[in-house]
């Protein structure tokens, strides 16, 4: 008797398949030519959210906007293993680009709701294509298990009033999706961005490549997508995916972090020798690459549990967020380190590695937050 590997609650598969691999190469050629770090370094001085320009290619010529998204929709059809490859190679970059934001979080809340209805697939048809970017309107730092509807309060009518603060990528949104206290309990709806009765104020972020905004609601118009359970539902599976896909940006910054740093101890040298040989920054990096591969491990672990639909994603989640977000900051941490002067500087790109990693350690749940939920989920809670 065989088992099919894609079941639930099979052993995950940890390994990239071909179609996997040739996105990934695809991706990290357009980021070579668009992204690099003196292009990134550059656009973070312009007043400008993102490079739009990028985005239309990601989105729109690669599709990776529609990864998660039904083929009837418009999408590609694929799975959260795909969208963790792109975020990968996001991370590998700090690339400033939406993805996170509208491609998994915006429309993992709308597949929440009701697709086949026509609000919510219009929306999806429109995310996909690459034609607006969604925004899932709560704080960056929300945890799966956090309160995400406490910000603001819904009219009987579908006004919205209230605050939101540290919204990532809301500069750059034409599509804001918003967990409101209705009427009758939480409730989803869709606001235009631009709406005369939306502000969006724009803040100065510790990571610059994803900008964050206070965004205040004041009687704006809202259409209803989801109520009660399935709007919690929705909102809760937003987040849970958002965290588990999160590690494989976490990931990415790691790898980056880790080839970039030995490559410089092999061409540095000191009293005649590369600096990289010398055996205790060996063992530094040796230490390093250990902590990178085990994170790889739960990072796919997350990914692959996502898209099986594994009843333990939770559990896989979890475990990728406490242990993926140490590994990429200690991996940024010991590059601007061993770059020694070099590392401190503006012009070299390892402090927004650092920013980076600093960044996605508190979004979406802390690692602290991610254990806590976990003893829960395993039994081991203290009493």
Known sequence: MTTDPTAPGSAPDLLYSEEEDALRA????????????????????????????????????????????????????????????????????????????????AVTALLGCDPAAGEPAGLLAALAAG?????????????????????????????LTGRVTSVADAA??????????????????????????????????????????????????????????????????ALLTGAGLLASEQLGVAEWCLAETVRH??????FGRPVGSFQALKHRMAALWLEVASARAAARGAADALATGDPDAPVAVAVAQAYCAPVAVHAAEECVQLHGGIGMTWEHPAHLFLKRAKTDEIALGTPGRHREALAGLVDLAAP
């Open 172 to 237: 750059a949104a034409g599509l804001l999706l918003v967990p409101a206290q209705g009427p009758g309990g939480p409730a989803l709806y869709a606001v235009e961005a631009a709406s005369d009765d939306v502000r969006t104020d724009t803040v100065t972020p510790l990571d610059l490549t994803r900008p964050l905004a206070h965004i205040t609601f004041d009687g704006a118009p809202g259409r209803l997508l989801a109520t009660g359970d399935r709007a919690r539902t929705a909102v809760a599976h």
């Open 265 to 270: 101890t092999a061409q540095r040298t000191q």
């Open 26 to 105: 695809a991706v990290r050629a357009l980021l070579a030519d668009r992204a690099d770090p003196a292009t990134v370094l550059a656009g973070l001085e312009s007043e400008t959210p993102y490079d739009t320009g990028l985005w239309r290619a990601l989105a729109t010529d690669i599709g990776a906007a529609g990864l998660l998204v039904p083929e009837a929709l418009g999408g590609q059809g694929a799975s959260a293993r795909e969208a963790a490859v792109v975020l990968e190679e996001l991370g590998r970059a700090v690339t400033p680009v939406p993805y996170l934001t509208s491609a998994v979080l």
């Open 131 to 159: 034609r607006t970017v969604g925004v899932l309107a709560v704080p960056l730092p929300t945890a799966p298990d956090g309160a995400a509807f406490a910000g603001v309060r819904a009219a009987a009518d579908g006004t």
